[in-house]
């Protein structure tokens, strides 16, 4: 939770921390689905520059996921606060999510893989920061 001012930090309630979970997993779960994409895509490159640039995204999204895991570890360690996500934010990123595992399927571009990766990072840190990059 955000403390107001200088106030000591509240303590999270169940219902709030549950919602907090279900925002991290789900964005972690896009992260994945994304760097999972992005692997089969450099795994079908013919060309070397089309590899190198996605062998870059793909390490750049594990480094958003390590750090958004070290976040959630923070945050469960009580070293780091967070804004309790409404359902509203959390279905949002559950739906990315879902959109995630679609865009897997289909084979979306990696423009479309990033987009969404940037998306859910951006909602999740509507909740909590998880460091720059």
């Not at 793909?58 to 070290?70: C, D, E, F, Q």
């Not at 423009?111 to 940037?118: F, G, H, M, P």
Request: overall charge negative; cysteine-free.
């Amino acid at each position: 939770m955000s403390p107001p001012n200088d106030q000591e930090p509240a303590i999270a309630s169940d219902s709030e921390v549950s919602r907090y979970e279900d925002a991290f997993l789900a964005t972690r779960r896009v992260l994945d689905e994304a760097i999972r994409n992005l692997s089969i895509l450099k795994a079908l490159a013919t060309d070397f520059d089309s590899r190198n640039e996605l062998g870059l995204e793909i390490t750049m999204l594990k480094r958003k996921r390590t750090k958004l895991a070290a976040a959630n570890v923070a945050f469960h360690s009580q070293t780091a606060t967070m804004v309790p996500p409404s359902a509203a934010q959390v279905k949002e990123l559950s739906d990315l999510a879902d959109e995630a595992v679609q865009l897997t399927v289909q084979r979306a571009t990696a423009a479309a893989s990033l987009k969404i990766a940037t998306k859910a990072l951006n909602k999740f840190a509507e909740i909590q920061s998880i460091g720059g990059d």
